[in-house]
């Protein structure tokens, strides 16, 4: 079973930054597709941003050019860098993995809350 542990979430202000971390218990290598969804209260569950094992990004229209997404293969670690942050950007934000065989894994999730 693929443990997950996310971090790096908070009360930030709008327009500051905040990076989070997704860090796998087991290789990174056995995963197709990682990335990050949220989810505001009231709402669906809707993607933020992939990564691929060949490096390739996807990215939700109203993160685009606010976000990044990246992996470090040797930590077992997916990040998202978030700028530039809005209010609209609140919610719990969940890592989520896809393997190669199809199977899908989630995170516990971790609260982002942009207010002043």
């Known amino acids: 079973q693929v443990q997950i542990v996310e971090s790096g979430g908070g009360l930030v202000q709008p327009g500051g930054s905040l990076r989070l971390s997704c860090v796998l218990s087991g290789s990174i290598f056995s995963f197709y597709r990682m990335g990050w969804y949220r989810q505001a209260p009231g709402k669906q569950r809707d993607l933020v941003a992939s990564?691929?094992?060949?490096?390739?990004?996807n990215f939700g229209d109203s993160v685009k050019g606010r976000f990044t997404i990246s992996r470090d293969n040797d930590k077992n670690t997916m990040y998202l860098q978030m700028n530039s942050l809005k209010p609209e950007d609140t919610a719990v934000y969940y890592c989520h993995l896809l393997s190669y065989h199809g199977n899908e894994y989630w995170g516990q999730g971790t609260q982002v809350t942009v207010s002043s």
């Open positions: 990564i691929t094992s060949g490096g390739s990004t």
